[in-house]
């Protein structure tokens, strides 16, 4: 260590973590009502910020020091002040993107995106058409994402897709693969359905773990052929951990070594939701994770104070438990997905959804199970809780056999908008 | 934590583990290099932060290349684009043997004193497992030289 001869000191004041990607909820309204929305997209929420202070909290997000951020809903573009928002931001040298379901893009609309400054677009596309449109229960929604992938490349947008894995679209996968890359997009998303929001309803859809023994290889052999035709795929957060393929799902190069570091919620990461409230990241569970809200407090003192934002920064194999905490990979993966191991058993630190967990008991010749243990109560971003099942690796499956039609039961009435 | 990469699959090895979890290939029986943890280690996961809302990873401005590791400062810019604790304009706590602003010491470096003598980065051994066949790659254009260090 050099030591140098008259060193500057400085109060370590500051931390290293910092809000660099947020993603944002702009509005809770959407014009769909996907059967696996997290945040059960539809209506917008109670006191969800106007523009004016939309616009106040892009500059906290500049000051910050916030890099990129995404603009999601509901559709983010049904706020009024979408486009003010997405000005303000890139005024500021922030990096915006959007995640959308296209239904509204117009062309139009795709040109104003980008004068005011959106660089990137992911279109959310789960399946062919037949799938995509029961998924978004919506029919035409299929061929409504295409035609937003067009508009939007057409103004100049960078074009990319995501897509929700679960057992309802898995068999596309392949297929809707070269559909996109016949699109022109750079690159490609690829996720879990959670049992979150409205997918915590709809048990036979969610994808059982040991699903993952096949289903990883494939995502794996699709980024490879993605890589050779120029498209970037990326497995998002919750998928993966730690199977041979691990290096290959994560790494953006052909060479690289990337692997899975652990959940980044309220390290590097935020999310917002409409209404003001700070999460770590925008998918964790709302009950459990608003430090604050940004219609009664600074950014910058939630981001610092807040535990609901804090909580993930020290974190250590202590915070495991179950499989995780026994894994040989505990250290560097720290269970893997925040939102995902709470979604399915009501704490983080135990994730069912992980690839080497599931080819560990595959080796001893079994396999967990979830089970619906308690619902979800039904509010945005909410969850309910499964027992895990140990069982014979070739025991029958239940959930295979159930009707189709079973994809889509609800079985509790929607909540209704509120009365102005 | 220290991860090896396997010599016969594409697979990752944990310290202290005496065989591949995935196919049984032998572990290596040494700690992995320096830039091997780097490369290893190279922020995949901050390259996905963004990933469940579909963007890709992009570079970070001109002539700074892809932040690896998710600190906001690109690769050609940051002196450690595996560790997003460090990054030019970090907080750099004295004594801990890392230098995390970049400036080519450990803590805060005096404007007005020379510059520090640069650091060797670990050699390959000749022993070490051909966990992976390739030299590291090159530090970009203008990047400060590369110091290995051990992992926190």
């Not at chain 2, 901050?46 to 932040?67: S, V």
């Not at chain 2, 060797?120 to 051909?130: D, L, N």
């Amino acid at each position: 260590m050099t030591q140098p001869r008259h060193r500057r000191r400085l109060d370590v004041v500051t931390s290293t973590h910092r809000p660099i990607y947020v993603v944002w909820e702009l509005t809770l309204a959407c014009d769909h009502a996907c059967t696996h929305c997290g945040s059960r997209a539809g209506v917008a929420r109670d006191g969800e910020l106007s523009t004016e202070a939309a616009v106040a909290v892009a500059g906290q997000l500049a000051d910050a020091g916030t890099r990129e951020v995404v603009l999601i809903g509901g559709e983010a573009y049904l706020h009024a002040g979408f486009l003010d928002v997405v000005r303000a931001l890139a005024r500021r040298g922030v990096a915006v993107g959007l995640t959308t379901g296209g239904r509204g893009i117009t062309p139009a609309l795709a040109v104003d995106m980008k004068a005011a400054g959106l660089g990137q677009a992911s279109v959310s596309i789960d399946g062919l058409a037949t799938t995509h449109d029961r998924m978004r229960a919506r029919t035409g929604s299929f061929d409504g994402a295409l035609a937003a992938l067009d508009h939007l490349r057409a103004a100049g947008i960078a074009i990319t897709a995501n897509t929700n894995l679960n057992r309802s679209n898995q068999a596309d996968l392949e297929s809707l693969y070269q559909v996109l890359k016949a699109r022109g997009i750079v690159g490609w998303q690829l996720q879990l359905t959670a049992p979150l929001g409205r997918a915590a309803d709809r048990v036979a859809m969610l994808l059982q773990p040991w699903d993952l023994l096949t289903l990883v290889p494939r995502v794996a052999a699709l980024k490879q052929a993605a890589r050779a035709d120029g498209i970037t795929l990326m497995p998002g957060n919750n998928l993966g951990y730690f199977g041979p393929e691990e290096t290959v799902l994560r790494s953006l190069g052909q060479d690289d070594r990337d692997h899975w570091r652990g959940c980044q919620a309220g390290k590097y990461v935020m999310g917002i939701e409409s209404d003001g409230a700070v999460k770590g990241c925008p998918s964790l569970q709302t009950a459990h994770y608003v430090g604050g809200n940004l219609r009664d407090q600074a950014l910058a003192d939630i981001w610092r104070d807040a535990p609901e934002l804090t909580w993930n920064r020290g974190r250590t194999v202590d915070a495991l438990w179950g499989f995780c905490r026994t894994c040989d990979f505990a250290e560097a993966c720290l269970g893997g997905c925040t939102f995902t191991a709470h979604a399915i058993l009501g704490r983080p630190g135990n994730n069912p959804y992980c690839h080497y967990r599931a080819r560990t008991l595959a080796k001893r010749g079994v396999r967990e199970r979830l089970v619906p243990a308690t619902a979800a109560a039904g509010l945005p971003f909410d969850n309910g809780t499964f027992a895990l099942i140990e069982e014979p690796l070739d025991a029958p499956d239940p959930a295979a056999t159930l009707p189709g039609e079973r994809l889509v039961q609800i079985d509790r009435r929607p909540r209704r908008a509120p009365v102005e | 934590m220290h991860l090896h990469a396997c010599s016969r699959c594409d697979g990752l090895i944990p310290t202290g583990r005496p065989s591949c979890p995935h196919c049984d290939g032998p572990a290596p029986r040494r700690r992995p290099l320096g830039w091997l943890w780097r490369g290893a280690c190279a922020g995949g996961a901050m390259m996905t932060l963004m990933a469940c809302y579909g963007m890709i990873a992009r570079p970070m401005g001109p002539n700074q290349g892809y932040d690896r590791d998710g600190d906001g400062v690109g690769e050609a810019v940051d002196c450690d684009d595996t560790r997003p604790d460090v990054y030019p304009g970090a907080a750099d706590l004295d004594g801990d043997g890392v230098d995390q602003n970049c400036d080519g010491v450990d803590g805060w470096r005096d404007p007005d004193a020379p510059p520090p003598p640069a650091v060797a980065a670990e050699p390959p051994e000749p022993s070490a497992a051909p966990a992976i066949a390739t030299d590291p790659p090159p530090p970009p254009a203008g990047s400060p030289p590369a110091i290995a260090v051990d992992p926190p």
